[in-house]
């Protein structure tokens, strides 16, 4: 038990008054416990009367009754009248004593049972405490009179006396309080009355104490609230948002006005208008918080230092009932907990406790239980037990305290026999133990043995569950004892190690399983490392046992994760798994990132270049108008227009992989595209490759570009060509498929559902791992110097991903190449029926006289557009941006018939935008776009309404012609799906 005070201070003096017995002798074995010091014992009243005025201890405790009632009660008033001194009378349980404390001048005189520790412990604290409180304000009393006093010349003198004293007042009742009628309450008697109390003494509407739930901290339990003397119940008010929410680990609070500034979010505080608080928390003898007690004011706190001190004295209290409370709670909580059934019987051998299990194994209730003979339940223990000369407990055995059936404090064990209530009789291993003290008493430890062989049958069944699973892991599991041996490994172990089976199954130490490894080549030492240190380090990393993935190669292509974690019962665990898969499918991620990452740069350098191409198509153009111009001179622009040509068709190329190149996608039934390219590659591919096509019966809608979805075919069996030098065959497949989530693994874009596959075999030479992984890299080719330039299959990538889709290949050395492409399925959709108008043939361009408005950042272009179109008949305005363009309209004094605008502008207003802003002015204004690719913060489907198209860069002007003319004559392009017109979502 710990000592009342720090050993830092003098120990509190005792003098006893009692008769010499075994009950003062427990007593001051008691008292030398809690850290107090006996200074003086008497037997009679009358040498007490003399010894405590002349010793002046700091408390005096009367063992009574003495000699008769009036002599002690004499004894009490004599003693309070001669010394300022606390005074507590213990009763003795075998002579009975008095249920309330002894009233008298001044405080009432604490009685309390000395076999009740904590009780006694608390009783001493609180004295010593009110004593000490009522010594401090004496002194504070005197020094504020003091001014006061008869001569001092105040006029006023009752005023600071007057409040004084009525602070005075109410620490006086909190002492009286917590020294009577509350000093022995318990539980909720004592919380309820502290919360009852504290309104009176402190002037406040509400006093409340909360406790800290620990298995829910941060939400605390309301054990009382009283408000306006009305007690509600638990669950009355939420404490949320106010300074005891949460986890109750806050100290003191004291907040004198101003509740609701501080804290505006409470509900409580606000509908209450609660403008004041105080509370101090419940210390656990643990440390930590347990509650807190409080008041609550819809008034400023007129003193908050006396409240703090009133609190803490209350909470004190508290935190003594809360810290017992919590005690036997625990304690009976793992009472229920225990397996065994618990028995603990008083010295006259009757049942004062029983647990769960104890209730469901002797089929009492606990009702019944209690206060029943426990040799009625355990008949035989207590026969054989009780005989000292049964148990070797002869004449000359050593001596130790009874128990009230001559038990001894050890502990004894035996199988014995158990009773129930109804007088079934059961097998049961038996422990007892007495409870050395002045009490005595035995407590009982029974476990039933019936059924024991049906539990040993259990277990091995549960040990071989156990071992099945063990064994039928995927992963490799090495068990380590705490010396580091083995000392179990699973199948999969020992076939990841095959060379090792022996040191395995032998119980070898991890020291020498290392060495044997670096013997038989299975672990390299790093370059310019010694062995032994190499051997260290393994041991030191396998001993940290920190869950670290260690990675290893092996030859072969195999991948393995070892992992160290520490076991529960001591010793270590080590994982080995294979992870070939997902290293593949992490180096597959990686490598579409970037891709990914190439793709915007590539098409980026595309954009610009589209630019500058269609400044050189432009001039170009109108050399080759000019009359002026010589035959040589003619020529010579005709190979530079034929390079530009050229130009551009890389520029596409490299759009499409970077899928960036501007689409017109549309509704398309897949098997049409490969019937109508299929036909274009019989004649391509020669006689020598066979082109075979499967097309299972069901539609295959997509919504791609055709024209890209023929010329990725076109450019796959460009490949398959290649790869058949001497001939072979090719096989087109088209049939719809459903993906799971398990595809993802392979493919981190790819998406579960419905998808249409279009697969492209052949029976070439096909493709090592290292090629297939590379297969997609632009500009990789395994075609020689001028064959090719390595963006067929990086421009298939970029059509398929920028369609929703993904790709794989399917290849191996000498067995061919199947590369399928899988594109999402619309099985609702119905084929597009419009057809595309074709321009009227003619020797000159289409020509008119409408007002077109260009609106192009990029000044060269915005100058080549603006020079052919005038040179086509229109009447041109240009602008740089969106706002000038508006502001020209604006200012624009005709009709504007045609608004012809690049998707990417500068200044926040993109082409998009630019025509919606532009066709709520102008309703009947056509709008022809122009890009080098859908940029990201535009969709990749443009969706186009009515009276809209799209001009991709770079354009020729004959292009730009067409264009116009088909735009201003109303052919809006093909059926735009269910809400064109609208800006496109980001991709």
């Given at each position: ?401 009874s128990l009230g059936w001559g038990l001894s404090a050890t502990p004894a064990r035996g199988d014995l026999w158990g009773v129930r209530k ?141 992992t160290t974690l520490p076991s529960r019962r001591g010793g270590r665990v080590t994982v080995v798994a294979d992870i070939t898969g997902r ?405």
């Amino acid at each position: 038990m710990a000592p009342l005070r720090e050993t830092s201070t003098p120990p509190t003096s005792v003098f006893l008054l009692g008769e010499e017995d075994r009950v003062t002798r427990e007593i001051t074995a008691q008292l030398r416990e809690m850290g107090l010091q006996l200074r003086g014992h008497a037997s009679r009243a009358g040498d007490a009367l003399q010894e405590v005025p002349r010793i002046r201890p700091d408390l005096v405790l009367i063992l009574r009754p003495l000699e008769g009632e009036p002599e002690w009660l004499e004894t009490v008033r004599t003693l309070r009248e001669r010394v300022d001194t606390p005074i507590v009378l213990l009763t003795d349980p075998a002579r009975g004593g008095l249920p309330e404390p002894i009233p008298g001048p001044g405080l009432p005189i604490p009685v309390v049972d000395p076999g009740n520790h904590e009780e006694l412990r608390a009783v001493i604290a609180l004295s010593l405490r009110r004593h000490a409180l009522t010594q401090a304000l004496n002194e504070v009393d005197a020094r504020l009179r003091a001014p006061f006093r008869k001569g001092n010349g105040f006029r006023h003198p009752n005023d600071v006396p007057v409040r004084f004293r009525r602070q005075s007042d109410a620490l006086d009742r909190a002492v009286r309080l917590l020294s009577s009628r509350l000093a022995f309450a318990r539980g909720m008697e004592l919380y309820e009355g502290v919360a009852s109390a504290l309104p009176g003494i402190l002037k406040t509407e509400i006093a409340f104490v909360v406790r800290s739930d620990p298995m829910d901290p941060d939400h605390p339990r309301i054990l009382a609230w009283v408000e306006d003397g009305i007690l509600r119940g638990e669950g009355a008010v939420s404490l949320a948002g106010t300074p005891c929410a949460g986890a109750l680990g806050a100290g003191e609070t004291v907040i004198t006005s101003g509740l609701h500034l501080e804290f505006p979010e409470s509900k409580l505080i606000r509908e209450r208008s609660l403008a004041s608080w105080a509370s101090v928390p419940l210390q656990s003898p643990f440390g930590g918080v347990m509650g807190h007690v409080g008041v609550v004011g819809r008034h400023p706190l007129p003193a908050p230092e006396q409240t703090r001190l009133i609190l803490r004295l209350f909470g004190a209290h508290l935190s003594n009932e809360l810290a017992r409370d919590s005690g036997e709670q625990r304690f009976l909580r793992l009472l229920d907990l225990a397996p065994d059934a618990i028995l603990m019987a008083d010295v006259r051998g009757r049942i004062v406790l029983a647990n769960r299990q104890a209730v469901q194994l002797f089929g009492w209730t606990e009702e019944e239980l209690l206060g029943e003979a426990i040799d009625s339940v355990l008949p035989h223990e207590f026969d054989v037990l009780g005989s000292p000369e049964e148990h070797g407990r002869g004449d000359d055995a050593p001596e130790g305290p009874s128990l009230g059936w001559g038990l001894s404090a050890t502990p004894a064990r035996g199988d014995l026999w158990g009773v129930r209530k109804n007088g079934e009789r059961f097998p049961a291993a038996v422990g007892l133990a007495g409870i050395p003290g002045g009490e005595g008493g035995v407590i009982a430890i029974v476990r039933s043995l019936e059924g024991t062989r049906e539990a040993e049958a259990q277990l091995a069944a549960a040990r071989a569950s156990f071992l099945d699973a063990f064994q039928s892991i995927n992963e490799g599991v090495i068990l380590w004892d705490e010396e580091d041996r083995v000392a179990v490994a699973n199948q999969r172990a020992l076939e990841f190690l095959p060379d090792l089976r022996t040191e395995l199954a032998s119980g070898a130490r991890f020291k020498e399983l290392v060495a044997t490894m670096l013997d038989q080549g299975l672990l390299s030492i790093p370059d310019g490392m010694d062995p032994k240190e190499f051997i260290l380090r393994q041991i030191a990393r396998h001993r940290r046992a920190d869950g670290t993935e260690i990675v290893v190669r092996l030859p072969g292509g195999r991948i393995w994760s070892i992992t160290t974690l520490p076991s529960r019962r001591g010793g270590r665990v080590t994982v080995v798994a294979d992870i070939t898969g997902r290293v593949q499918a992490e180096e597959n991620f990686r490598r579409v990132q970037k891709m990914e990452a190439l793709g915007k740069l590539t098409g980026g350098l595309a954009h610009d270049f589209n630019n500058y191409l269609g400044v050189i198509y432009g001039y170009l153009e109108m050399l080759q108008e000019d009359p002026s111009l010589g035959e040589l001179a003619r020529r010579r622009v005709g190979v530079a227009m034929q390079a530009a040509t050229r130009g551009a068709e890389l520029t596409r190329s490299l759009l499409s992989f970077a899928r960036r190149q501007p689409r017109s996608p549309r509704i398309t039934e897949v098997s049409e595209v490969v019937g109508e390219t299929v036909e274009l590659l019989r004649q391509i591919l020669g006689r020598d490759v066979r082109v075979r096509v499967e097309v299972s019966p069901e539609p295959h809608t997509v919504r791609v570009d055709p024209e890209q979805l023929g010329s990725a075919l076109m450019n796959l069996a460009n490949n398959a060509r290649d790869a058949m030098p001497d001939g072979g065959e090719l096989v087109v497949r088209v049939r719809n498929a459903f993906l799971g989530r398990g595809h993802k693994l392979l493919h981190p874009y790819a998406r579960a559902g419905s998808y249409v596959l279009l697969e492209v075999a052949d029976s070439g030479v096909g493709m090592s791992e290292e090629t297939r992984a590379m297969a997609f890299e632009p500009f990789f080719s395994t075609k020689g110097p001028g064959h090719g330039t390595g963006l067929g299959l990086s421009m298939v990538y970029g059509f398929v991903k920028q369609s929703g889709g993904h790709v794989e290949i399917l290849s191996r050395p000498g067995e061919g190449t199947a590369l399928r492409i899988y594109l999402p399925h619309l099985p609702d959709e119905a084929l597009p029926t419009a057809e595309v108008p074709r321009s009227k043939g003619g020797d000159g361009l289409p020509r008119g006289e409408e007002t077109l408005l260009v609106v192009e950042d990029n000044p060269d272009v915005r100058e080549t557009v603006t020079l052919q179109a005038a040179s086509l008949g229109y009447r041109v305005l240009s602008a740089e941006d969106g706002d000038a363009a508006l502001r020209i309209l604006e200012d624009a004094g005709e009709v504007t018939h045609l608004l012809f605008t690049d998707l990417v502008l500068p200044g926040g207003m993109d082409g998009k935008e630019l025509s919606r802003r532009v066709r709520e002015r102008n309703p009947g204004i056509r709008v022809l776009f122009t890009s080098g690719f859908s940029p990201e913060n535009l969709s990749n489907e443009l969706n186009l309404g009515p009276g809209q198209r799209l001009l991709s860069k770079p354009y020729r002007k004959a292009e730009l012609a067409l264009a116009i003319r088909q735009t201003l004559d109303g052919w809006s392009g093909p059926p735009a799906p269910e809400g064109s017109g609208d800006p496109p979502s980001g991709e």
